[in-house]
Nanobody, 122 residues
């Protein structure tokens, strides 16, 4: 089992910045891709940014150039630096990761965090 805990969300004015963290814990052998998703009220969950185990990144068009995803493999932690925030960035942000665990060494499984609210006021 893996636990993902997001932190760093909150209320910020348009143009401001926030840094989200996602800490993974549990019986982890390895972590493959990790990603941030978000879901705004009445909308589907969407991919915001993804980072591979080798730190190759890709971003949604709506956040490219403003958001930066990174990871610290030694700490099993992923980050999302969000700059120049806009009201349309308001959403619950979820952490996702693909893990190999001690209890299931034959395959990778996806886990999700509980989400952290980001609210950007105009």
């Amino acid at each position: 089992q893996v636990q993902l805990v997001e932190s760093g969300g909150g209320l910020v004015q348009a143009g401001g910045s926030l840094r989200l963290s996602c800490a993974a814990s549990g019986r982890i052998i390895s972590i493959d891709n990790m990603a941030w998703y978000r879901q705004a009220p009445g909308k589907q969950r969407e991919l915001v940014a993804r980072i591979t185990a080798d730190s190759i990144t890709n971003y949604a068009d709506s956040v490219r150039g403003r958001f930066t995803v990174s990871r610290d493999n030694a700490k099993n932690t992923m980050y999302l630096q969000m700059n120049s925030l806009k009201p349309e960035d308001t959403a619950v942000y979820y952490c996702n990761g693909r893990f190999t665990t001690i209890s299931d060494t034959l395959r990778q499984n996806d886990y999700w965090g509980q989400g952290t609210q980001v609210t950007v006021s105009s």
